[in-house]
């Protein structure tokens, strides 16, 4: 495993570890509803599905078409990260990983984190079948059930060949809101990060507990200053990242890998 992709990892993890999930709040009946309604789907569908479950950071449905379409071995790659990340073109796979922290990071940067349902995620990468040769996929993500607390508990994804055909296309990401059209494609535009746009180290730690949902308060409280302090800050980091709000900050700062 590389260095960049062990970062990545390491990285996915951590934004993850921002959902905190009581157990008890859980109602495992409601996958079960859907285990028994995706089956049915894979019966008809000729895509892959899979469910993956954010509180015990595993798969918990994972569709016997990866075996039948890809010939993977369907039950390893539900468990085993390494042994599903070497299916993955490796020049697509640190892009998959980029792509997934940065939507992600979109969807844990809001207010109401159920608001993240409208949004879809949409991959097209390489993956390997069972001969050893490449086929191009395109893999549709999104929200499927959340917490009593609005953490994204179930997240369902679908994947199948993509149309785009040639293999030797780029990978490519978008985030689409289902409601309003709205777009965010990956790789993002690139914006110039001059050294007069770093921010200080107190910017940065203000700008995490902003990210993990604190209001100024809270975060006043926290590091033992004024919350007049705190709001200044927040309006310098807008400033520096040239950004209309904060939410924009989070983003801009997990692009670059600022945190």
């Known amino acids: 495993m590389t260095t960049q992709l062990q970062q990545l990892l390491q990285m996915h993890q951590e934004i993850l570890d921002q959902q905190v999930f009581n157990p008890a709040d859980l109602d495992y009946g409601i996958l079960d509803y859907h285990t028994r309604l995706l089956e049915s789907i894979d019966v008809v569908d000729s895509g892959c599905i899979s469910v993956f479950d954010l509180y015990q950071r595993k798969h918990v449905y994972y569709s016997p078409k990866y075996a039948s379409v890809l010939g993977w071995d369907a039950e390893r790659a539900s468990h085993d990260v390494e042994y599903s990340n070497s299916l993955i073109h490796p020049d697509d796979l640190l892009l998959l990983y980029k792509a997934g922290i940065y939507y992600i990071s979109l969807?844990?940067?809001?207010?109401?984190?159920?608001s993240s349902k409208y949004y879809k995620a949409i991959f097209e990468y390489r993956v390997k079948r069972k001969n050893g040769s490449y086929v191009r996929v395109i893999e549709q993500?999104?929200?499927?059930?959340?917490?009593?607390?609005?953490?994204?508990?179930?997240?369902?994804?679908?994947?199948?060949?993509?149309?785009?055909?040639?293999?030797?296309?780029?990978?490519?990401?978008?985030?689409?809101?289902?409601?309003s059209g709205e777009l965010y494609r990956f790789p993002p535009e690139e914006e110039?990060?001059?050294?007069?746009?770093?921010?200080?180290?107190?910017?940065?730690?203000?700008?995490?507990?902003?990210?993990?949902?604190?209001?100024?308060?809270?975060?006043?409280?926290?590091?033992?200053?004024?919350v007049n302090t705190v709001n200044t800050h927040r309006q310098r980091i807008i400033e520096k990242l040239n950004v209309s709000n904060t939410y924009e900050a989070i983003r801009y700062a997990h692009e670059r890998g600022i945190f």
């Open 107 to 114: 969807g844990f940067a809001f207010a109401d984190k159920t």
């Open 192 to 226: 110039v990060f001059s050294p007069s746009t770093q921010l200080t180290n107190r910017e940065k730690e203000i700008l995490q507990l902003i990210a993990s949902g604190l209001i100024s308060k809270e975060i006043a409280d926290k590091l033992y200053i004024s």
């Open 141 to 179: 993500q999104k929200p499927l059930e959340f917490d009593k607390s609005g953490n994204v508990w179930l997240a369902l994804s679908m994947l199948d060949f993509s149309p785009d055909t040639d293999i030797n296309a780029p990978f490519r990401g978008r985030l689409v809101n289902q409601n």
